[in-house]
C-alpha cells in the first residue's frame, strides 16, 4: 500500500531522516517506534507532504508527490496529538470537515457524505453529543471527535502522531480500540508513532524501530522489540524496566 524509499529530510546542515525505506501493507498496523529526535514525526510529515524531502513515497504505486492535496485525502487520513479547539463549532461540524475531500460545499452535504459522517459519529460514541460545542468536551471527547473527522474522510491509510499522548488510560483504551476496528475493514492500513513500547506491542503487528534518522530494524513486533535491537538504542535494559514497573501491580 506505501512504500517510502531512501526518504531523507533535511533542514540545512542537520539531518533529520536519512535514507529511511520502508512499506505498510493492507491490514497491518506499523508502529514507529525510537528515542526523542529519531524522526518519526518528521517521517510521518514528510508522507503527508508537509516537509520538503529527497527520495519517494508511494501510495499504491503513485507519487504521492504528483497527487493534488483532494487526492492525498483521499488516500491518506492523519490524527495528531494535540487540537486547537478556538471556535464553538458542534462536534457534527467538525466531523463534517472530513467530507471536503468529497464534497465541495459541505453546506450541502450528499447522501454519501451524511451516512459517512453517521457512521463515524457512531463508530467513535459521540451521537448523542453530535450538538455539543467542541469547546465543552473533554480531551478524551475531543481526540474522539477528530478521529471521528478522520474516519468520515474514509482514507485507505491512517497516520496517527502519538494520538493518546496526553489522554488518561481510559480513553488511551478507548483510541486504540477504536483504531483497531476501523482497521478491520480490508483495503486498510495504520502507521503510529508512539513512545509507549507497550502500546506498540500490544495493537502493532508490524514495527519500525529508528534512531538518529535511520531505520535500525523493520519487521514484526515480536521480532523488533526485543533487547538486542531496543537496549543498544535506548541505552538501557528495557525488557527490565520495563518489568520492574509492571512488577508493582502484583
Not at 492535496?69 to 492523519?78: I, M
Not at 464553538?88 to 475531500?101: D, H, K
Not at 477504536?178 to 502507521?191: D, E
Request: aromatic share 8%; proline share 3%; with cysteine.
Amino acid at each position: 500500500m506505501l512504500q517510502v524509499n531512501d526518504l531523507t529530510v533535511r533542514y540545512g546542515d542537520l539531518t533529520i531522516v536519512d535514507h529511511l525505506s520502508f512499506t505498510a501493507e493492507e491490514g497491518q498496523w506499523l508502529m514507529i517506534v525510537g528515542p526523542n529526535g529519531a524522526g518519526k514525526s518528521t517521517t510521518l510529515n514528510a508522507i503527508t507532504q508537509g516537509t520538503v524531502y529527497t527520495g519517494q513515497v508511494l501510495f499504491e504505486g503513485e507519487d504521492m508527490k504528483k497527487k493534488k492535496a483532494a487526492e492525498r485525502a483521499r488516500c491518506v487520513g492523519v490524527l495528531m496529538q494535540n487540537h486547537f479547539a478556538e471556535y464553538a463549532f458542534s462536534v457534527e461540524e467538525v466531523v463534517a470537515l472530513g467530507r471536503y475531500a468529497y464534497s465541495a460545499f459541505l453546506a450541502s452535504r450528499s447522501d454519501e457524505d451524511e451516512q459517512a459522517v453517521e457512521n463515524a459519529l457512531a463508530l467513535t460514541g459521540m451521537i448523542s453529543q453530535r450538538k455539543q460545542s467542541i469547546l465543552t468536551l473533554s480531551g478524551g471527547e475531543l481526540q474522539r471527535t477528530f478521529l471521528a473527522q478522520v474516519f468520515a474522510q474514509d482514507p485507505k491509510l491512517l497516520l496517527l502522531d502519538e494520538p493518546t499522548n496526553h489522554l488518561d488510560l481510559v480513553y488511551q483504551k478507548q483510541v486504540f480500540e477504536l483504531i483497531g476496528k476501523w482497521l478491520q475493514t480490508p483495503g486498510r492500513a495504520v502507521i503510529s508513532v508512539v513512545h509507549d513500547l507497550s502500546l506498540a506491542k500490544a495493537y502493532g503487528t508490524k514495527v519500525l524501530l529508528m534512531d538518529r534518522g535511520r531505520k535500525v530494524v523493520c519487521g514484526p513486533a515480536a521480532e523488533v522489540l526485543v533487547p538486542e535491537h531496543l537496549d543498544p538504542v535506548y541505552q538501557m535494559d528495557v525488557g527490565g524496566w520495563m518489568r520492574q514497573m509492571l512488577g508493582q501491580w502484583k
